[in-house]
């Protein structure tokens, strides 16, 4: 997003149909979340609405505010209930962010450091999946 809007529409022109341009704001998972980081991520996603990009890489704080913006949204700082947040401070659950509209979930170390109860829980992670696509 921070590349302005004339790259966007840019981008956009050239895509082929059956690929999808999100854009990013500058406050994604990093930053703690405030009122001002809060702001931050609405105007970068304002912006990249005029643009009519697809969707947004979304932080877990804006989701739901996120999802009357765009259509698809992908979460990253996806952490399960006991992991620790680590160098992230803007995370969630699985659970919560599919809730809160997630289209997509970005998960890297939750399942890395903990394989067995990705494994066991998987059955949940599709339920809840399953049940947010039939409400869409």
């Known amino acids: 997003i921070a590349s302005g809007n004339e790259a966007l529409d840019a981008a956009q022109e050239v895509k082929s149909n059956s690929m999808k341009i999100l854009g990013v704001s500058s406050a994604l998972t990093s930053k703690?979340?405030?009122?001002?980081?809060?702001?931050?991520?609405?105007?970068d996603f304002l912006k990249a609405k005029e643009?009519?990009?697809?969707?947004?890489?979304?932080?877990?704080?804006?989701i739901s505010k996120s999802k009357k913006l765009f259509d698809l949204i992908v979460?990253?700082?996806?952490?399960?209930?006991?992991?620790?947040?680590?160098?992230?401070?803007?995370?969630?659950?699985?659970?919560?962010?599919?809730?809160?509209?997630?289209?997509?979930?970005v998960m890297g170390r939750s399942i890395r450091n903990n394989i067995e109860y990705v494994v066991e829980d998987l059955t949940l992670w599709v339920n809840l999946s399953q049940h947010h696509l039939e409400t869409i």
């Not at 643009?51 to 804006?62: H, K, L």
């Open 32 to 43: 703690a979340f405030t009122s001002t980081t809060s702001d931050e991520v609405l105007n």
């Open 75 to 105: 979460t990253p700082g996806i952490r399960l209930k006991n992991d620790t947040n680590d160098d992230q401070k803007n995370i969630t659950t699985p659970e919560k962010a599919i809730e809160s509209g997630a289209d997509y979930l």
């Open 51 to 62: 643009s009519n990009i697809d969707g947004v890489i979304c932080p877990p704080s804006e």
